[in-house]
Structures are given as C-alpha cells and as structure tokens.
C-alpha cells in the first residue's frame, strides 16, 4: 500500500515537473514502425489555428505511418517550451513548432539538438541560428502585408480616392508573433513612407488573434475616433469582432474598407457579402507539407532552409471563386 502512495505519489510529481499540458497525450513509442512526432502549438485562438490543428491530425495518423504527440500551449509561451522539454524526455523522433513568438527559443532547441532530435518550425519563424532547426515552412508575413497594402493602393486608385486622407484603426496579433511582427512591418512601412502625407494610424492595439479581444479593442478605439476610413486587422477572427464593434457603435461597416488576414471560408463569404473589402491569405494547412519534409529528412535528402506557401489576396473579383476552397467554416 505504502509502494502504492509512493508510486501515485512520483507520477504527480513528474507530471507538474513536465508542465505537460494536459491537452498533451501519453508517452511517446517510436516502436511498431511509427514515426512519433511531437507537436508544439500555439493554441486556439483563432478559425486559422483551428485548421491548422486539424490538418496536423488527420495527417499524422497510424494509418499514414505516423504516432502525433499534440501539445497545446494556450498561446503561452513557457507551456510551448515545456512541451518541447517533454518531447525531448519521450525520446520523439521529430519535434515540429509553431512558435507563439520570435525569440526566446535558443536554449530549448540546444536540447533537442544535444538529443539528437530534429527540429522542423512550421507556420512562424523562431529567431535562432540556423543549425537549432532542419527547415521552416509557413507564411511569409511581410509579403502578405505589402500584398494587403498594395490591394488598398490599387482599390483606392480604381476608385479614384488615390488622395483621400485616411485614418487607418490597426488591430495588432500576439505582439512578438512572426505573424504581427510581419503584417505590422508593411503597414508601418508605407505609412511613414510613400504614404506618410495621406495616411494615419490612429490607433494600432493587440487583440489577441482572437475575436473577443478583437471587439473589446475596436469599441475601446471607436469612445476616442469616429472616423475611421480603414481598418487593417492582422486576422479574420479579429475583423470579426472589430465589425460588431463597428455595428455596436452605430457606425456602418461598409463604409470602411476593412483589410483582413487568413481566408477562412467565413471571411470569404463575407467579401462575397460586402462586409469585408479584402483579405490576404495565409495558408493552415501545413500538417501533409511538414509530412513530406520528414520523409524527406528519412530519406536523406537536402531541404531548402525555408518554404514560403503560396498565397493570395482575395476581394469581391475572385472570392466568389475561391469560397469552395476556402479552409475552415
Ligand atoms: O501564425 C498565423 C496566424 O496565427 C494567423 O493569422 C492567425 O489567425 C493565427 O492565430
């Protein structure tokens, strides 16, 4: 009995030393020929994470050759690296990140490497040396800012407001995020430069990625400046909330150009609905293309450093289109 305690006793002291998030599924076997792949993400903040979560899922399975051990760090950074240290313990034969922000990752990428586990980065880049980690695969954040900020260029020149003065809300992602850091950069770059006689931030705030934050930061901005002409918003789930703030304030949504991110299938039938003007994609659906890159590392072959996926702007010329493609719901 006394055996007993102390056994149940040992277990709960590894878990809380693990930090392993419960969402974090049971010990690693590389045996039986399966591949075991160790999965830091970010959370579920957002209709993006949530394909991108399902997409790992159903790609990673027995059937394809592969045990998915699934960590979910609720957008907190020290709980995604606790979930590395826990893979590294399992002994995983692949750890792949999508890491909450930029920096902080060289120490727990020495582990893996000292482990000899190989370190792919998927969906935003980390800020370390390049011998911590194989390959990064995901979205090239600035290209789909200046995409965005080029739609506007063009949607005001078609509309002949080329000269308009424009008083731009921007909602911010997680700060430090590749994500934000990127989106931001472009917008940031043409306001203070080609832009910088016309245009105006008038208030650029987090919210979060997700739509709660969205809605409480867009009717914080909305008490202090009522004309808004254009609202570039670094996620959908965000653009959505900033649009019921919007409604709340009595102020018509579709007299604002509203500049979106991702390309859920929610925020394509929006554009479709005149709700949204334009959103710039950014692609979840990572989890066969990371497949592919451990195949490859198996086999022995060489891999670029980095991928960028393929993405596009969409607006009312082409969502119509897109919308059976869009990801998500
Ligand atoms: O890193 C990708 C970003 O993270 C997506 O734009 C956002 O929706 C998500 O939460």
Known sequence: MKKLIILAMAAMLTACAGGAPASQSSASNSG??????GFAQVGA???WRTANTDSFKSYFTEANGFNLIFSDAQQDQNKQIAAVRDFITQGVDYIDIAPVTTTGWETVLQEAKDAGIPVIISDRKADVSDDLYVTYIGGNFEQEGSDAIKWLEGYLAENNRSDDELNIVHLQGTIGADAQIGRTKALDTAVSGPHADKWSIIAQQTGEFTEARGQEVMEAILKNNTKV??????NDDMTYGAIT???NAGIDHKDVIIISFDGNKK???MIID???DCVAECNPLLGPQVGDIIKKIEAGDTLPKVTYSIESVYDIKNAEAHLPDAFGS
């Open 245 to 247: 703030a919007l409604k």
């Open 32 to 37: 039986g020929g399966l591949i075991t792949v």
């Open 229 to 234: 002409d254009v609202v570039y918003s670094e």
């Open 267 to 269: 925020a394509i039938q």
């Open 274 to 276: 005149a709700d949204i």
């Open 45 to 47: 903040e957002s209709g």
